[in-house]
């Protein structure tokens, strides 16, 4: 897919994804210098801060890849930066897998190759909705998986 046109299609959707973040506690940027790039920080009431990143490649032909970065080095991904909650729907092979349709990994992930979902699940404000549920699950055990 054209860049310039998934990220005119992330531009058409970012207002409504701003509207969906703000009640979830969510806030939202862009990476200026990779315009695909989406970021949700969210804060524990502990204060321990996530940040979730959304790799748009060919939105919205494919669903955002969701990963975890360090607060303090956003370049800094991987496991070792997803939140662990207990009942959380989360899968660890190739990979860590968020276990609800709308993420890269959950529609690449073997189990699920099979299933066919229109692509209005992957909207970017439905996944940030997504997201901000996840952060709600309890209870909360901390960093790293």
């Known amino acids: 897919m054209d860049?310039?046109?998934?990220?005119?299609?992330?531009?058409?959707d970012?207002?409504?994804?701003?509207e969906i973040a703000e009640p979830l506690g969510l806030m939202l940027s862009r990476d200026v210098d990779a315009p695909l790039v989406v970021y949700?920080?969210?804060?524990?009431?502990?204060?321990?801060?996530?940040?979730a990143?959304?790799?748009?490649?060919?939105?919205?032909?494919?669903?955002?890849?969701?990963?975890?970065?360090?607060?303090?080095?956003?370049?800094n991904r991987g496991r070792q930066w997803w939140p662990q909650m207990t009942s959380a729907p989360i899968a660890i092979e190739n990979g860590i897998v968020l276990c609800i349709?709308?993420?890269l990994g959950y529609h690449t992930h073997s189990?699920?190759?099979?299933e066919v979902h229109?692509?209005?699940?992957?909207?970017?404000?439905?996944?940030?909705?997504?997201?901000?549920?996840?952060f709600r699950m309890v209870p909360y055990l901390g960093r790293g998986l």
């Open 14 to 18: 970012w207002n409504k994804a701003l």
């Open 118 to 134: 229109k692509k209005e699940i992957w909207y970017l404000p439905r996944v940030l909705s997504i997201v901000g549920k996840f």
């Open 3 to 12: 860049t310039a046109l998934s990220i005119e299609i992330l531009r058409r």
């Open 53 to 75: 990143v959304f790799l748009c490649k060919d939105y919205d032909e494919q669903p955002p890849a969701l990963d975890f970065a360090n607060p303090d080095d956003l370049a």
């Open 101 to 103: 349709p709308g993420t």
């Open 40 to 51: 949700a920080e969210y804060v524990f009431p502990n204060a321990d801060k996530y940040v």
């Open 111 to 114: 189990s699920h190759k099979a």
